[in-house]
């Protein structure tokens, strides 16, 4: 089980982060939404101490930490248990997708690079890119670099994967193949914590769907009750905007 508690996260005199408590069990897939710098992408950032958190406490099975305090120990720990996946894909442009996915083995977990690289190959089967082990990012389509992203993440075994809008980057034709092994990867009950736009993802896919506004969580619960009956008007706001676009996008002039 993941749980944070009284997160807080400022830049300048600006509260991104206003007390944030989340807690996510084994196994549940979790949506975030809200709008553009409301913190959805600093909460996964803080989680995995891509930025160092202001207050607050973090627990990842047994490790427990105040993340004021957390030491560099700590801090790896958080990271071997939370893999990440980059909106920007992030890839290492002069390494072959199966080194990219292997990387991590090798240098955080230390696995031998035999094993490291039998290891990437199963990723790279799993997610439909066996033939591209040898390809560099620079001559995969966006889709296949986000989906070597993912295999990255799945590579390391990490008990909550976070997605940071890992569709925003795709040209419209790559997003589904994207979604497509996020939706397997939640089928097998991998644990997530996606922060997205796709809001057919969150209907479809979402355990309980949280929805944010000026650093907090103003909204959550399961996909039905949350897009059916939110209960805040700022979420029945937001949703309305978006959704009306949404049907505005995919109507036919």
Request: some cysteine; aromatic content about 6%.
């Amino acid at each position: 089980m993941i749980k944070v508690t009284g997160l807080v996260k400022r830049f300048g005199g600006t509260a991104v982060l206003d007390g944030i408590d989340l807690a996510i069990e084994q196994g549940e897939i979790i949506v975030v939404i809200g709008p553009s710098g409301t913190g959805k992408s600093t909460l996964l950032r803080c989680l995995n101490f891509l930025e160092r958190p202001d207050a607050g406490r973090l627990i990842i099975g047994d490790l427990d930490v105040d993340v004021t305090r957390a030491s560099r120990a700590d801090i790896l720990t958080a990271r071997r248990r939370t893999a990440f996946v980059f909106q920007n894909y992030a890839l290492f442009a002069n390494k072959t997708a199966l080194q990219n996915i292997a990387e991590g083995l090798i240098v955080v977990n230390r696995w031998p690079k035999e094993k490291a690289h039998a290891r990437a190959r199963e990723i790279l089967e799993r997610i439909g890119l066996a033939d591209k082990a040898d390809a560099y990012p620079a001559s995969l389509s966006g889709g296949q670099q986000q989906r070597v992203g993912i295999g990255r993440a799945m590579a390391a075994q990490a008990e909550v994967i976070l997605f940071d809008e890992p569709t925003s980057s795709l040209d419209p034709e790559w997003v589904e193949e994207v979604l497509g092994l996020m939706k397997q990867l939640a089928r097998e009950r991998q644990t997530m914590l996606v922060v997205t736009h796709e809001m057919s993802f969150a209907r479809d896919v979402a355990d309980r769907v949280i929805f944010m506004e000026g650093g907090r969580i103003v909204e959550q619960g399961p996909p039905d009750q949350l897009f059916g009956s939110p209960q805040d008007p700022r979420t029945r706001d937001f949703l309305h905007k978006v959704l009306a676009t949404q049907v505005a996008i995919d109507t036919p002039t």
